[in-house]
T-cell receptor, first 118, second 114 residues
Framework: AQKITQTQPGMFVQEKEAVTLDCTYDTSDPSYGLFWYKQPSSGEMIFLIYQGSYDQQNATEGRYSLNFQKARKSANLVISASQLGDSAMYFCAMKRVNRGSTLGRLYFGRGTQLTVWP | DTGVSQDPRHKITKRGQNVTFRCDPISEHNRLYWYRQTLGQGPEFLTYFQNEAQLEKSRLLSDRFSAERPKGSFSTLEIQRTEQGDSAMYLC????????????FGPGTRLTVT
């Protein structure tokens, strides 16, 4: 079974500082994909970044980077230069991959509420 | 507008009534997903379609729940004989099979069963 664990219910960071949101996962599949989504108070889930289990380099997308440590089964999200608009719930998610094709559903963690203060 | 849309955005219904939600995916996406999210939790998978074929259903999708995607475009999720425990946000997402296959979510339908 696939499981995502986010141990930080809430995190606080000052504007312009960097913050790391933790995510660990459990799977017996050799291939999988890891995702981070942002959910503002409006409710819509916004895709941020993706990391494939066989990718050699850590994924980056603008101010977002994913610190992928495969042996430790962790996929932490790093947000650099935090902005007030980054205040939201952040979810880590995983998808199974078989023979290069993803297998549908996402497995989500419980999320981390990030608050950015001025 | 090229995003995922859902209708209605909010629905209040009395216990025992039937409700139906609609999702319109991004036009070129062939995969469509339904999730349910309760307060303080991450989204939980309900079902997904590839084109018009329903490929997977969660055990959460009891016999009171049914989903369709008749022409491989929009999808409907129906809940029959609603219960208070059905109160949640129902999220729809779509993706294009292949590559990273990232899912793009709609704004959700918030259901309240009184």
């Amino acid at each position: 079974a696939q499981k995502i664990t986010q141990t930080q219910p809430g995190m606080f960071v000052q504007e312009k500082e960097a913050v790391t949101l933790d995510c660990t996962y459990d799977t017996s599949d050799p291939s999988y994909g890891l995702f981070w989504y942002k959910q503002p108070s409006s409710g819509e889930m916004i895709f941020l970044i993706y990391q494939g289990s066989y990718d050699q380099q850590n994924a980056t997308e603008g101010r977002y980077s994913l610190n992928f440590q495969k042996a430790r089964k962790s996929a932490n999200l790093v947000i650099s230069a935090s902005q007030l608009g980054d205040s939201a719930m952040y979810f880590c998610a995983m998808k199974r991959v078989n023979r290069g094709s993803t297998l549908g559903r996402l497995y989500f963690g419980r999320g981390t509420q990030l608050t950015v203060w001025p | 507008d090229t995003g995922v849309s859902q209708d209605p955005r909010h629905k209040i219904t009395k216990r025992g009534q039937n409700v139906t939600f609609r999702c319109d995916p991004i036009s070129e996406h062939n995969r469509l997903y339904w999730y349910r999210q309760t307060l303080g939790q991450g989204p939980e998978f309900l079902t997904y379609f590839q084109n018009e074929a329903q490929l997977e259903k969660s055990r959460l999708l009891s016999d009171r729940f049914s989903a369709e995607r008749p022409k491989g475009s929009f999808s409907t999720l129906e809940i029959q004989r609603t219960e208070q425990g059905d109160s949640a946000m129902y999220l729809c997402a779509s993706s294009l099979r292949g590559g990273e296959d990232e899912q793009y979510f709609g704004p959700g339908t918030r259901l309240t069963v009184t």
